[in-house]
């Protein structure tokens, strides 16, 4: 089955750049997705379409997509920022979705 | 507003069977694909299954085909799921979610339902 590979986390201090991977053999022919969850809330999407931002999503979030890796990256992240991102993209098929395993976010 | 509740989660015993329920309001349901999220406890997230529009086309993830079945039920504004033949594997909160009406995304989801399975 498909699979979407993300590093379990990512740290960084208050200001500075955040980037998350996502790697997929299928992602040069389907868009990534990126969602943010917070602790017991449902998920958020940040950015669409590899690099498109939803409205009411801060500027620092941007997103980029080359070959088989997407990247979300959160410019001076800030402290409200700590959450789990998950990737999402779907398979060959175009009709299954699969998210990454998530990446956790620490901003300290 | 659109608003997405599930229902019907709860402790079963495994190999029972539950059937979680999805309410939408607030928006043309029949228009729109919908799909089952669902994440284990302390894990990451899982898509499901998706239905079309018509209930014509259903998709599974491969741990569970055979055992859940997604359906829907355009006058009622109503999205189900059932599980049978459940395992302590299928412990997760399952949220009901709806797919943008522009891409291969989720624009709104539910709070969730939880389900445990165990004895």
């Known amino acids: 089955s498909y699979e979407l590979t993300q590093p379990p986390s990512v740290s960084v201090s208050p200001g500075q750049t955040a980037r998350i991977t996502c790697s997929g053999d299928?992602?040069?022919?389907?868009?990534a997705y990126w969602y943010q969850q917070k602790s017991g809330q449902a998920p958020v999407l940040v950015i669409y379409?590899?690099?498109k931002r939803p409205s009411g999503i801060p500027e620092r979030f941007s997103g980029s997509s080359s070959g088989t890796m997407a990247t979300l990256t959160i410019s001076g992240a800030q402290v409200d920022d700590e959450a789990d991102y998950y990737c999402?993209?779907?398979?060959?098929?175009?009709?299954?979705?699969?998210f990454g395993g998530g990446t956790k976010l620490t901003v300290l | 507003e659109v608003q997405l509740v599930e229902s019907g989660g709860g402790l079963v015993q495994p190999g029972g069977s539950l059937r979680l329920s999805c309410a939408a309001s607030?928006?043309?349901?029949?228009?729109?694909?919908m799909t089952w999220v669902r994440q284990a406890p302390g894990k990451g997230l899982e898509w499901v299954a998706n239905?079309?529009?018509?209930?014509?086309?259903?998709y599974y993830v491969d741990s569970v085909k055979g055992r859940f079945t997604i359906s829907r039920d355009n006058a009622k504004n109503s999205l189900y799921l059932q599980m049978n033949s459940l395992r302590a594997e299928d412990t997760a909160m399952y949220y009901c979610?709806?797919?943008?009406?522009?891409?291969?995304?989720?624009?709104?989801w539910g709070q969730g339902t939880l389900v445990t399975v165990s004895s």
């Open positions: 379409e590899d690099s």
């Open positions: 999402y993209s779907t398979d060959s098929s175009g009709n299954r979705g699969v």
């Open positions: 979610a709806r797919d943008s009406e522009f891409g291969a995304y989720f624009d709104y």
């Open positions: 239905i079309k529009q018509d209930g014509s086309e259903k």
């Open positions: 607030g928006f043309t349901f029949s228009s729109y694909w």
């Open positions: 299928a992602l040069p022919k389907n868009y």
